[in-house]
């Protein structure tokens, strides 16, 4: 399967725990995107990587949110401090390096629950 | 003003039917417009996108966009009961020159037999 894959598929933490999850874009794609969405809205853009640059970031993601993308491979989206209202389905997505970028293929998403 | 709008629905058509979803959009300055279809639990995909004015059509599918009016929907032919999903209308702002998609909150539709 050559497609957009996150890991883990569901997490289950307490409030206060930090989390962190990973996404593997599709190999030839530089540009990777998370989002969040919860039940009954579509996703909430959170921030986008080209290459290894994080170029924009969401006022949403507040300082407890961190993602980095090191190689400009794989990206990992981490959670300091978990709170209730964290809970969510986070997607990852990816684009080709050539066109616009708004053509963005998703992952399965990971679900996160905040105990 | 939410930048991207939709009905939520839920929308029902029966089979064979047309299927109309509507969505409207704050930024003047957007220029390119996208559909994704969800289904229940799964992840969207992208089935549409339009950047100008007028009707594109892609098999049973077709998108319509009025600049002017800000407004941008989706018509599905022939409506089967594999098309009862959520529909999201994406719109990148204008402003944003990194590939920033603002999601609408989605249109449930379900295809009755």
């Known amino acids: 399967d050559t497609g957009v894959s996150q890991d883990p598929r569901h997490k289950i933490t307490k409030r206060g725990q930090n989390v962190t999850f990973r996404c593997d874009p599709i190999?030839?794609?530089?540009?990777l995107y998370w989002y969040r969405q919860t039940l009954g809205q579509g996703p909430e853009f959170l921030t986008y990587?080209?290459?290894?640059?994080?170029?924009?970031k969401s006022r949403l993601l507040s300082d407890r949110f961190s993602a980095e993308r090191p190689k400009g491979s794989f990206s990992t989206l981490e959670i300091q401090r978990t709170e209730q209202g964290d809970s969510a389905m986070y997607l990852c997505?990816?684009?080709?390096?050539?066109?616009?970028?708004?053509?963005?293929?998703f992952g399965p998403g990971t679900r996160l629950t905040v105990t | 003003q939410k930048e991207v709008e939709q009905n939520s629905g839920p929308l029902s058509v029966p089979e064979g039917a047309i299927a109309s979803l509507n969505c409207t959009y704050s930024d003047r300055g957007s220029q390119s417009f996208f559909w994704y279809r969800q289904y229940s639990g799964k992840s969207p995909e992208l089935i549409m996108f339009i950047y100008s004015n007028g009707d594109k059509e892609d098999g049973r599918f077709t998108a319509q966009l009025n600049k002017a009016s800000q407004y941008v929907s989706l018509l599905i032919r022939d409506s089967q009961p594999s098309d009862s999903a959520t529909y999201l209308c994406a719109v990148p702002p204008g402003y944003s020159s990194a590939s920033k998609i603002i999601f609408g909150s989605g249109t449930r539709l379900s295809i009755r037999p």
């Open positions: 990587f080209q290459n290894e640059a994080q170029l924009e």
């Open positions: 190999s030839e794609h530089n540009r």
């Open positions: 997505a990816s684009s080709p390096t050539s066109g616009s970028g708004y053509e963005q293929y």
